[in-house]
């Protein structure tokens, strides 16, 4: 029975242990089972923190009479989304193909081969507005499948070969990668026209986003509103290139920014970012917080809070980075050094599961917290209207209040944030004594990976603002998940995508764990010189394109099940398209340009720029689907340049790496050490050589300091600059361009 899901790593499995549901984890057995009693499969797909799966389970797995008719006609699988992206995402492309939409609860039915036949998303257990109950839905295809079997199979049939078709589209969007032309460093662009012609594209793509904008309350399209995180990574590095559109991408990156840091979609008391709201002022969230939205979101704060050029953003954005990398660290971190997944969008209240029960807040409960006159002062900061959770379902209490959230809307001026700042620990501390959200402790690696870089930048951006405490402590967390990675979820010469209690699972990552934990390890050598981190990142670079470039086609998964092939067709591509997450063909495309830029490899660079190439294609007509790709061709159009600096005395190296990163860009690549006599710091930890001229980087070959305290070498493609060695003089050169 549902005792199968007991000791699985993913919380949402183990959260249906007890269903009356027979359910069975995704794998071979299920579908032999359906095979061998002749009935067809039922896939239910989610995740920890999905509300509606919250309701769906309440109101159809937990019913005994639904559970007994399940499980006499189907053999019932499920799934966590995040555990398993592979059957998601073709599931997924089934349910959008047959019904024009998808989302969370996904409810599948499939032959015991795999092959989909019906498809939808959220049920209810009675009709309503326009959507069968689900009991009709389980009677319908068990009847079609007793009765017109040879329809069912016309169906999954014709869907499978549409399946099949797009994985084609897929395919032609990379393109084939030829190794013998990359050995060779024939991909390695056409000059200077091909980058004209990118130039060209991301400038079209700026315009697009312009056109798309919400000018009155930030971010892109009405509700529900999603944070646009990889198309704003984009235009943060857009907007220090010397493109006509600089400005523009500049202008819509802040003021998407500062909307949802002054927004309820920010947690106003704790830091951290909901996942989305269903409305488009951003004020109420759908309320579960998501590592990675979070750990993009982190990242694009701490450049921001260098880039800005208001200073309230500056100020702004560096609070957030603070407070978003601390609720990281509070709330999600494991105890042995990873992050957990999400935290739930429901908190269990008087036994009863409410949704954002956690994080709202009546007039009243306001008064009692600050009194009345705090209370009222803080009423006319915030925008209760809009918040209010009475016009978006919530349930209003003796009172006839149901409640708001803490949203301002608004840019607070000067005294208006030193009372809210002064007023905000009476209210943490009285939120912290409600019932919290669950937290699912499922660690993914390329979420950490993509966790660990954000921290790593943050730590950076705190100490060159001389928030140094919060800095080590911030980086400490950084290495601590980087350790953990490399410990739990390598494992000989593969990665594996999840662990719980410290022990991971059978299922191998994908290519977004390998890209992500890479980007992650080098963005970890560039925080803090340790040599350990970029062997570590160099190791997956090389593991990635063995798992998943196999004849000349990247591939997002290295072993499919044989449901999946059947489902979608033996010739899986790569999707090269972002969702919630980078798509994993950018990511890798992103770790091969920063690796190419450390070890001079013409034959990585060329690579990443092949990846690229759809690009050109999407970008000027859907550029959201490309917001990490186009960052990543900003980069490489920028060069991307090369940072090696070395010195005898540790102040005069980072006052050369602070200059650096003030004026260099997000796309600057940096290697550094510290030579104190014949130790190398921090290299020599992972080198163990002493020599202040061997390293295992090449970048940093040969960069001997001598007598000076510090030099930097500005670099593209290994061909250097004169070595400069006052923090004007870098500066200098890297405004030259």
């Not at 937990?62 to 059957?87: T, W």
Request: proline residues 5%.
């Amino acid at each position: 029975m549902a005792g199968r899901l007991r000791d699985e790593a993913s919380a949402y499995l183990r959260q249906h242990a007890g269903n009356p549901v027979d359910w069975w984890p995704f794998g071979d057995e299920p579908f032999a089972e359906a095979r061998r009693r002749n009935v067809p499969v039922f896939i239910s797909v989610g995740y920890a923190a999905c509300h509606w799966c919250h309701v769906m389970a309440h109101e159809s797995f937990e019913d005994p009479a639904l559970a007994a008719y399940l499980n006499e006609h189907f053999v019932s699988i499920k799934v966590d989304r995040e555990e398993r992206p592979d059957v998601d995402a073709v599931y997924m492309a089934a349910t959008q193909a047959m019904t024009g939409q998808g989302g969370w609860p996904m409810s599948v039915f499939t032959l015991p081969d795999g092959r989909t036949f019906y498809a939808g998303t959220y049920f209810p257990p009675r009709p309503a507005q326009g959507l069968p109950s689900f009991r009709d839905v389980l009677e319908a295809v068990s009847t079609a499948w007793a009765d017109r079997p040879e329809e069912v199979e016309q169906s999954a049939a014709q869907l499978a070969a549409h399946l099949a078709s797009g994985q084609q589209g897929n395919r032609r969007l990379l393109g084939p990668i030829q190794a013998d032309a990359l050995a060779s460093g024939a991909l390695d662009g056409a000059g200077a026209e091909a980058e004209a012609e990118s130039g060209r594209t991301l400038s079209a793509a700026v315009e697009a986003l312009v056109t798309l904008e919400d000018r009155e309350f930030g971010g892109f399209g009405g509700a529900p509103k999603f944070p646009p995180s990889t198309v704003l990574r984009f235009l943060l590095a857009h907007a220090g290139s010397g493109a006509s559109t600089a400005a523009d991408a500049a202008a819509l990156a802040d003021r998407t920014l500062g909307a949802m840091a002054r927004s309820a979609l920010y947690d106003q008391l704790e830091g951290g970012f909901a996942r989305y709201t269903v409305d488009r002022r951003w004020a109420v969230p759908h309320f579960e917080k998501m590592l990675y939205d979070n750990v993009q979101l982190l990242a694009l704060y701490a450049q921001w809070a260098r880039t800005a050029q208001d200073a309230g953003d500056r100020r702004l954005a560096l609070r957030v980075t603070r407070e978003t990398a601390d609720w990281m660290i509070t709330r999600l971190q494991v105890a042995d050094g990873g992050f957990a997944s999400s935290l739930d969008a429901d908190t269990v209240m008087n036994g009863h599961r409410v949704e954002g029960g956690t994080y709202i807040w009546t007039a009243a409960e306001l008064t009692e917290v600050l009194g009345d006159e705090a209370a009222a002062a803080v009423s006319g900061l915030l925008d209760l209207d809009s918040g209010n959770m009475a016009a978006h379902g919530g349930t209003p209490g003796a009172d006839g209040d149901a409640g708001s959230t803490l949203h301002f809307g608004r840019r607070l001026n000067a005294a208006e944030e030193e009372l809210w700042l002064g007023c905000r620990p009476a209210l943490l501390a009285a939120r912290n004594r409600r019932p919290q959200p669950e937290r699912d402790d499922k660690v993914v690696a390329g979420w950490n990976g993509l966790a660990v870089a954000a921290l790593a930048r943050a730590a950076v951006v705190l100490a060159d603002a001389g928030e140094h405490e919060a800095a080590r402590r911030i980086r400490s967390a950084a290495e601590d998940a980087a350790a953990y990675l490399l410990r739990v979820h390598r494992v000989g010469p593969t990665l594996r995508r999840v662990s719980h209690d410290g022990r991971a699972s059978s299922f191998e990552g994908q290519l977004e764990d390998y890209a992500a934990a890479a980007e992650g390890l080098f963005a970890l050598f560039a925080a803090t010189g340790s040599e350990q981190w970029f062997t570590a990142a160099e190791f997956l670079v090389s593991a990635a394109e063995d798992r998943f470039l196999t004849g000349g086609q990247l591939q997002d998964t290295a072993i499919r099940p044989n449901q999946l092939v059947n489902a979608q067709g033996a010739q899986a591509a790569a999707d090269p398209l972002d969702g919630p997450t980078p798509s994993g063909a950018a990511l890798f495309a992103g770790a091969l340009l920063t690796y190419s830029a450390y070890s001079g490899s013409q034959r990585h660079r060329a690579l990443a720029q092949s990846l690229l190439a759809h690009v050109n294609v999407v970008a000027p007509r859907a550029p959201q689907a490309v917001g990490w790709a186009m960052s990543v061709l900003q980069f490489l159009l920028d060069g991307p340049r090369e940072l090696a600096v070395t010195g005898t005395e540790e102040p005069a190296v980072e006052a050369l790496l602070r200059a650096a990163r003030d004026a260099g860009g997000p796309g600057l690549v940096v290697a550094w050490r510290v030579v104190t006599g014949a130790k190398t710091e921090p290299g020599s930890e992972s080198d163990g050589s002493g020599s202040a001229g061997s390293t295992g980087v090449p970048l940093l070959e040969g960069r001997d300091p001598g007598a000076e305290p510090a030099v930097a070498y500005l670099c593209r493609g290994m061909v250097c600059r004169r070595p400069v060695s006052t923090a004007a003089e870098l500066k200098e050169l890297l405004g030259e361009g």
